[in-house]
């Protein structure tokens, strides 16, 4: 089919220009507008990544200065947490897909939904201004009172930048709960909800009861930065691990804040490929709220080596190991979904498969940093590094890029290319553990993080690591350029090209402004492919079946 | 005719019968005004979190310096939060009012109201100034300038620290408060609210009634704290 057929209706042709775009109100434009940000943020992070990869190929610090590579994997975390995983997932694919999924024509509130938008790019041109003139150098925790006191860079706009990213977030949630308590089609129930919506519900409530402490303790910092108004520095009375304990108990739950919503995208994906309603449906959605409650009573295992008491950090461990068991009960549904499923090997499911690898290293190297013993031997080395990167490029990452895959030919009506979609995923599957895994061992053998030069002995494991690096460089370079190309010259991909179960696939792809033509009775539970088949055979052969 | 507005293709006798001040969104009335209240509830819930971060650090350096802190609100002036107390619960009758008026229908009662809440909050903020205008050449500000005779320097400051935090993040509540309820008394005064949607009038009495809550809690933990003492 030619590309200037013309298409039906729908919400990308249903305007045209800057303005239709930049004041508009629907959610699925909303979720363009994030997924054109967040991929510009990640650029600019993958950016900062790039530069430390090639500083770290050899011992001495000679591509860049200490202070520099200081600023390097400081604005690299920042991005990458605040503007990127943060967002990516609940701000592209939630925007897009929660009214769809729950057959509702808009969120609750569509204006409060651009305004998230809006706060947040707000925050990105302060980081960005932060990054222009020269950057920051406290690494992403804004540890005191060397953030306040010491640091000669631009703490407070980079601090102001995360303050904002934070109460687009809220936003973002608060918009995400009113929509599924209040915005269901008629018949769909909560436990016909699907997975992804439930994993959404459960990154909501972290986004409303955590980020706010988050927002407080960042204008605290800046009063005590600006004013010398002493909450956490020595000199001024203040306590610095007070700052610690506020900073993490949002920076934990963040951390369920970028994986929940990953979580909700594998389900989709291995249910969708596997043809079967996933294993356990009522324990997996229970799963993402129980990870979203002890999420927050676990952010004293950053802090084992702060001068914390022994006895909360004893408490904090078990507390800590107590989450990997709504995790294993995530991993071994998805995997008890594809025992006598009907697996198709499509892209997405590829992301899927990846991410259940991933996540499982990292998730079991997250219950053996939990062990204090281990924590203290390996605090601050490239262990931690490797474990946080397993679980957030490894798995948040793959998720959103495996969703991105599934939901682009809703998101375009385009199919992009299979084969060079299948080598970018296998390219990225590989390029990330050959980056990462090496940092295991480098941490183990006693390599710290954040420093720019390291002895000759782990220098083979770390040009391993920036090997590993350009592999997956090229890997999310490869989709980023046939995502562009597909969105003209792809293939139209029809309503539903993965026959998927659901309301999203039920709409036209594009969908048009008001998702459905009219509101949708739901009347078969989530993912019932079988109840599906019986319903098409009822539809199509009514007269014949009667004698 | 156009699939970007599916309304008017399939339920054309709906869409003409929609009621007045229904988004396009919405199903019904009550659906728009369920969806609107509880976002507000689960706004006031992040505030509370807010706030929340703060009354930690409060009962981290309360616990770590009792007499300080003691000394600290003792030099406060009891008599001016009583009347500012006194004055915000006023407030919050005030607010109740308007959005018992506004649920009745009657558009000049929901603005005298209204007009009243914002000058309440006025007085508030007015005494609050001139405390701080005490504070200032009492040289109780925190940063270069404080100074303390008494003992325990370093505790009042951060006493002072804390005070001027809460009360100050409190009032900007209350600024924004007011700059909300001064636009809202436009649109009443031009009739934008019915008793079946009034969602905005009573959505900002909720968030009324939380800023003066915050005081109900600030208020003893700020200047009732040593009086028992003596």
């Known amino acids: ?144 009172p060397f953030s306040t006191a010491f640091s000669n860079t631009y703490v407070i706009s980079t601090a102001i930048g995360g303050f904002l990213a934070g109460f ?61 108004i002493g909450i956490f520095d020595p000199a001024l009375g203040g306590d610095p691990v007070l700052f610690q304990h506020l900073f993490w108990f949002y920076s934990h739950p963040a951390v369920y804040i970028m994986i929940l919503p990953a979580f909700g995208v594998i389900s989709e994906l291995v249910s969708a490929f596997a043809r079967k309603r996933i294993f356990g449906y009522r324990v997996v959605a229970a799963a993402s709220v129980s990870i979203a409650v002890l999420g927050f009573l676990v952010w004293g295992h950053h802090m084992f080596v702060s001068s914390q008491s022994p006895y909360a950090g004893v408490i904090f461990s078990l507390l800590s190991m107590l989450v990997a068991v709504p995790s294993a009960v995530k991993v071994f549904n998805w995997t008890a979904t594809l025992y006598e499923g009907s697996v198709s090997w499509e892209t ?43 679980v957030m490029v490894g798995a948040v990452l793959m998720a959103y890029l495996g969703g991105l895959h599934f939901w682009w030919p809703k998101i375009t009506g385009r199919m992009y290319p299979i084969f060079w979609s299948k080598i970018s995923a296998l390219l990225v599957f590989v390029g990330f553990n050959l980056t990462f895994f090496p940092q295991f061992l480098l941490g183990y053998l006693g390599m710290p993080r954040r420093y720019h030069a390291y002895p000759d002995e782990f220098q083979v494991l770390n040009v391993l690591s920036s090997a590993g690096a350009t592999v997956l460089g090229v890997g999310y370079l490869i989709p980023l350029v046939y995502f562009f190309w597909s969105m003209r ?34 009347t078969l539970e989530a993912y019932d492919y079988t109840g599906r088949a019986e319903a098409r055979l009822a539809r199509t052969q009514p007269v014949r079946s009667s004698p | ?138 040289h109780h500000v925190p940063g270069p300038s404080f100074h303390w005779d008494g003992p325990e320097a370093r505790g009042v400051q951060m006493f002072f620290n804390l005070y001027f935090a809460m009360t100050g993040l409190h009032a900007l509540h209350m600024v924004v408060g007011m700059a909300i309820l001064a636009a809202v008394a436009v649109w009443a005064w031009r009739g934008a609210f019915t008793p079946g949607n009034h969602n905005l009038v009573e959505g900002l009495g909720l968030y009324w009634h939380f800023v003066d809550i915050v005081w109900i809690f600030l208020f003893p933990l700020l200047y009732l704290l040593g009086r028992h003492a003596g």
Do not use: C
């Not at chain 1, 604005?75 to 592209?92: D, K, S, T, W």
């Not at chain 1, 519900?201 to 004013?227: D, G, H, K, M, S």
């Not at chain 1, 204090?372 to 080395?381: E, F, L």
């Not at chain 2, 107390?85 to 929901?110: D, E, H, K, N």
């Open chain 1, 1 to 144: 089919m030619s590309s200037n057929e013309t298409a039906p209706t729908n919400y990308l042709n249903a305007d045209y220009g800057v303005r239709s775009w930049l004041f508009t109100v629907d959610h699925k434009r909303i979720a363009i507008l994030y997924l054109i940000a967040v991929t510009f943020f990640f650029a600019l992070g993958g950016l900062m990544a790039v530069l430390i990869r090639l500083e770290l190929a050899t011992p001495a610090g000679d591509l860049v200065q200490a202070d520099v590579y200081n600023r390097l994997f400081t604005m690299h975390g920042v991005l990458m947490i605040f503007f990127f995983l943060i967002p990516a997932i609940p701000g592209v694919l939630g925007n897009f897909l929660i009214p769809i999924m729950i057959g509702a024509k808009d969120m609750a509130f569509p204006k409060v939904n651009l305004a998230s938008w809006y706060v947040y790019m707000a925050g990105g041109l302060f980081a960005a201004w932060s990054m222009l003139h020269g950057g920051v150098d406290t690494g992403w925790t804004f540890y005191t």
């Open chain 1, 168 to 228: 687009s977030s809220i936003l973002t949630g608060l918009n995400f709960i009113v929509t599924v308590h209040r915005m269901r089609a008629p018949g769909l129930t909560w436990f016909r909800l699907p997975l992804f919506v439930w994993s959404l519900y459960a990154t909501a409530i972290v986004q409303i009861l955590a980020t706010p402490v988050l927002a407080i303790t960042l204008v605290l910092l800046i009063a005590e930065r600006a004013f010398r």
């Open chain 1, 348 to 390: 997405p499911m590829l992301y899927a498969l990846g991410f259940i690898g991933l996540f499982t290293i990292g998730g079991l190297t997250g219950v053996m940093l939990a062990t204090m013993g281990i924590d203290i031997h390996v605090h601050d080395t490239y262990f931690v590094v490797a474990h946080f990167h397993y």
């Open chain 1, 489 to 522: 010259y792809g293939k139209r991909a029809g309503d539903n090209p993965w026959d998927a179960f659901g309301l999203e696939w039920e709409t036209t792809s594009p969908p048009p402004t008001f998702n459905f033509p009219a509101t949708p009775k739901v």
């Open chain 2, 1 to 138: 005719m156009s699939t970007a507005e599916p309304d008017a293709r399939t339920q054309p006798v709906a869409s003409k019968l929609r009621p007045w001040g229904l988004a396009h969104h919405f199903e019904s009335l009550s659906q728009q005004q369920d969806a609107s209240y509880f976002g507000m509830w689960i706004f006031l819930v992040q505030e509370i979190m807010f706030f929340g971060g703060l009354f930690t650090a409060y009962i981290v350096y309360r616990t770590a310096n009792p007499t300080a802190f003691a000394l600290g609100s003792d030099s406060l002036d009891l008599t001016l939060g009583a009347v500012n107390t006194a004055v915000l619960i006023g407030s919050s009758l005030t607010m109740a009012l308007a959005v018992w008026a506004a649920q009745t229908g009657r558009r000049r009662t929901i603005v005298v109201f209204i007009i009243l809440t914002i000058l309440l909050g006025g007085v508030f903020l007015g005494i609050k100034t001139v405390e701080y205008g005490h504070k200032w050449h009492e």
